[in-house]
């Protein structure tokens, strides 16, 4: 299925890339204006925050890479411009037992809909079970976020906890949903068949957003 030649950090539009400590935190700070986006991707309350508070949890994100050994955090960029789009990461890895948490989000709206976190999300799981043989993946979303969960539903996860009424926005509970998806499912499956040219050509499959959350 993967040869030497597979490339694990690209696909047809966007690109995996380190952090830009001068030019991504002005960019990640204007996300945090937009209190919908904030609450697709974090259950925690939305704020609005600094470029200056931005780059320290940068700074603070990549000493927890080096030292934990057990988190890989990518930043989105389109292949055409090096914009800064989004931002992946595999985190909460168990080695013993090859377990671990994905987290995706496409910021801007101009930005979604348009199949970059259907392709990120194919790169992400490409490297956790193809690069880093991970056994399984698990995944948290909200009961509101309809985008998120038909985005982990079209790549074969599957919904296998609950928490009923854990959340709760603006006067109404939610539910919290986990997913979860084996190495062996992932290989059965089309989406994980790429083909040496990475021309693939895959659309958005809800005007939702596709804010995973681990």
């Given at each position: ?41 974090d259950t925690v309350p939305a704020r609005p925050m ?140 089309p989406q994980a068949a790429l083909p040496k040219s ?17």
């Amino acid at each position: 299925m993967f040869d030497i030649q597979t490339q694990l950090f690209e696909s047809q539009d966007v690109r995996f890339a380190p952090i830009d400590h001068e030019k991504d935190p002005e960019v990640e700070a204007r996300w945090t204006h937009d209190s919908e986006f904030m609450r697709m991707i974090d259950t925690v309350p939305a704020r609005p925050m600094s470029a200056a508070l931005i780059r320290k949890q940068y700074e603070k994100l990549e000493k927890q890479v080096e030292e934990d050994k057990n988190l890989y955090h990518f930043m989105i960029r389109l292949k055409a411009d090096d914009r800064l789009i989004g931002k992946a990461m595999i985190h909460r890895i168990e080695w013993t037992n090859g377990n671990g948490f994905i987290r995706l989000g496409i910021g801007m709206a101009t930005d979604q809909r348009k199949g970059y976190g259907t392709q990120a999300l194919r790169m992400l799981l490409r490297f956790a079970f193809a690069e880093l043989n991970l056994y399984r993946v698990s995944a948290s979303v909200p009961e509101y976020n309809e985008g998120a969960i038909a985005l982990l539903q079209k790549f074969g996860f599957v919904q296998e906890v609950c928490r009923r009424k854990s959340l709760e926005r603006d006067g109404r509970r939610w539910d919290l949903y986990f997913f979860g998806l084996l190495n062996d499912e992932w290989r059965n499956q089309p989406q994980a068949a790429l083909p040496k040219s990475i021309g693939t050509v895959v659309s958005g499959v809800t005007p939702q957003r596709h804010e995973v959350e681990g």
